[in-house]
Nanobody
Framework: VQLQASGGGSVQAGASLRLSCTAS????????LGWFRQAPGKEREFVAA????????EYEDSVRGRFTISRDRGKNVVYLQMNSLKPEDTAVYYC???????????????????WGQGTLVTVSS
């Protein structure tokens, strides 16, 4: 089972990036898919997550309104569209998957069983 994140890069403040995460090795249709990030010297924190049906999502307060999470269930892919990027968004971004039995959206790190390797996003002012 593997989660492969991509799409990171170095951009100026105000720019946009779209992260992608492709899951392989099994179907993730019954999993919540999420994004977390870890800035240097800080704990890994929740960014966004989407339920198994793709029709409900949760966001961390500082990214709500700027970031959008979506998933393509047929392709086992989750996206994070990041607009109006700020220097404080600089971090390594990780995708993750959590098994779920209903349409809940999970936001707690410990609920996510599978993790990708991370992709670096650097936003300069």
């Amino acid at each position: 089972v593997q989660l492969q994140a991509s799409g990171g890069g170095s951009v100026q403040a105000g720019a946009s990036l779209r992260l992608s995460c492709t899951a392989s090795g099994r179907s993730f249709v019954t999993y919540v898919l999420g994004w977390f990030r870890q800035a240097p010297g800080k704990e890994r924190e929740f960014v966004a997550a989407v339920n198994r049906g793709g029709d409900a999502s949760e966001y961390e307060d500082s990214v709500r309104g700027r970031f959008t999470i979506s998933r393509d269930r047929g392709k086992n892919v989750v996206y994070l569209q990041m607009n109006s990027l700020k220097p404080e968004d600089t971090a390594v971004y990780y995708c993750a998957a959590a098994p779920v039995l209903d349409d809940e959206v999970y936001t707690k790190k410990f609920l996510f069983d599978y993790w990708g390797q991370g992709t670096l996003v650097t936003v300069s002012s």
